[in-house]
């Protein structure tokens, strides 16, 4: 048990990481709370990253080195390769890099090998890492329930709703101080209820870089119920089965079907109007929007970011006319 922290480019078993006494922090959620994000990527490009590179890749880039962190797990297969010359980067840095890769093919074997290896590199074990899953259960079943209410109840805005289940990737590195903001705002929650909103809506693909994305939104009257790749980094959806099952059913480092059949689920239980495909400059995420507008059963509309910046007029003016479409068509199946 030694306490130090290790960064991680996007969701690992953390489970590993908390059995094997370390600090887990996602250097995704610490880039974008940082005051100075919009400037982290800028110092990643005065050192040299292209322009045409994502703006999460320079961000990270440039908050392990400005927290001075010295370890990192980069996931290498699962997410982009833009991630492998991230790593590089780092290394040449001076910083140790493990890599871990989910199997694209979601192989048992493959994936147990991998977390096997995690397990081996932390100096943990299987036993302790499943019991870890076992003590998160309790806190993961909160999050289920920030999250119903949300969608259910009308209770937990689309923004917290965001911001706690992308949180529980790393329970902003203190599992049980995370606890009890979850169970403040579960109590906060239960005694208010929100305005219904113009439509409800779906946001979906990776967590947007657009500062004030939730705020805009709300302010256009969209009232967002439903956040997919955050409730997937929550493992939400997964308390009933063990630590492998877990991160082989989990959708986000696999195909975009399995995910879409995510999303048609909780479009239909959640009573969706239109999704919102939030995709980044220069990912190759964007290509599956192709098969997202055409197998999503709601009316998708795709806003891009590049870096940490508030969403510009144009993408504010197409979400107003989406809103406008989505009341128009609800008229129409009304009338
Ligand atoms: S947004 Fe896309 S390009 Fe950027 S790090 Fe994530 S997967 Fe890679």
Redesign the pocket.
Known sequence: MDGRPVGFTTTIPVEVLLAAGRVPVDLNNIFISDPECAGLVSRAELEGYPRNC?G??KGLYATVLDKGMDEIIAVTQG??S??HAMMETLQDSGVRVFPFAYPHNRDADLLREQIQRLIDRFGTSWQRAESVKEQLVPLRRQLAELDRLTWEENRVSGFDNHYYLVSATDFCSDVEGFAAEVAKVLHDSRSRTLQEGRARIGIIG?PPIITDFYDVLDRLGARVVFNEMQRQFSMIPYLDCGLLEQYQRYTYPYDVFARIEDINREVERRNIDGIIHYV?T????QIQGMLIKRDVSVPVLEIEGDKPAPMDARNRLRVEAFMETLEARARGSAG
């Open positions: 994502c999460w890749i997410d982009c833009q991630t990776v980044q220069f990912c190759f995420r």
